[in-house]
């Protein structure tokens, strides 16, 4: 199995920032693919930011310019720097490993639980 914990949630103003943090356990031997997703209330879960082991990114247009994405592939973790936040942003905040490669072949899709972002007006 692969666990993904997250870290670094909360609430914050306007123009704030926040770090979000995930790192990923269990047994494998490589991740291609690590990114953030997050969901609204009543609104369907949406990309925000990936990230290859490679180091080749993708974002969200929304978040282009104020979120970053980064990784250690040596720790497999990968964070996400939130600037310039806005109220919008407000949202529970996932993060996603996918196409992992362990001992009984690729896997995909894994979720963490979850980390609620918060961005007051």
């Known amino acids: 199995q692969v666990q993904l914990v997250e870290s670094g949630g909360g609430l914050v103003q306007a123009g704030g920032s926040l770090r979000l943090s995930c790192a990923a356990s269990g047994t494998f031997f490589s991740i291609n693919t690590m990114g953030w997703y997050r969901q609204a209330p009543g609104k369907q879960r949406e990309l925000v930011a990936t990230i290859t082991s490679g180091g080749s990114t993708n974002y969200a247009d929304s978040v282009k310019g104020r979120f970053t994405i980064s990784r250690d592939n040596a720790k497999n973790t990968v964070s996400l720097q939130m600037n310039s936040l806005k109220p919008e942003d407000t949202a529970v905040y996932y993060c996603?490993?996918?196409?992992?490669?362990?001992?009984?072949?690729?896997?995909?899709?894994?979720w963490g639980q979850g980390t609620q972002v918060t961005v007051s007006s």
């Open positions: 996603n490993a996918d196409r992992i490669r362990r001992i009984t072949g690729w896997e995909y899709d894994y």
